[in-house]
C-alpha cells in the first residue's frame, strides 16, 4: 500500500475509533480567547464522524501522556 494522501485518507475512514486530541492552542487561539469558531467546526466534524459510525474518543494532553503507556495500537487493514 503506497503513503499517499488519498491511501491514507482512505485507512481513516475505514477506521473504528477515532481518538482525537484537541491542544489548548487551538481550543484559546494562542491564549487570545476561545476558539469558538473552531470548536463550533470540531463538533460538526465530530458528529459526522458518530453519524457514519466511527467511535470518537477526545483527549487532552495529560491524558495522552498518561496513558501512552496502556495504548496499543493495531492495524487491521491489509
Do not use: C, F
Not at 503506497?2 to 477506521?15: D, V, Y
Not at 453519524?51 to 495529560?62: A, T
Request: zero cysteines; aromatic letters at 4%.
Amino acid at each position: 500500500m503506497s503513503n499517499s494522501p488519498l491511501s491514507n485518507r482512505q485507512q481513516l475512514a475505514k477506521a473504528k475509533r477515532w481518538v482525537i486530541k484537541i491542544g489548548s492552542a487551538l481550543l484559546t487561539n494562542d491564549g487570545r480567547g476561545l476558539n469558538l469558531n473552531g470548536m463550533q467546526s470540531w463538533v460538526d466534524q465530530i458528529a459526522a464522524l458518530i453519524e457514519s459510525g466511527h467511535e470518537v474518543v477526545l483527549v487532552d494532553r495529560k491524558s495522552t501522556r498518561l496513558n501512552s503507556s496502556y495504548i496499543t495500537i493495531t492495524s487491521t487493514t491489509s
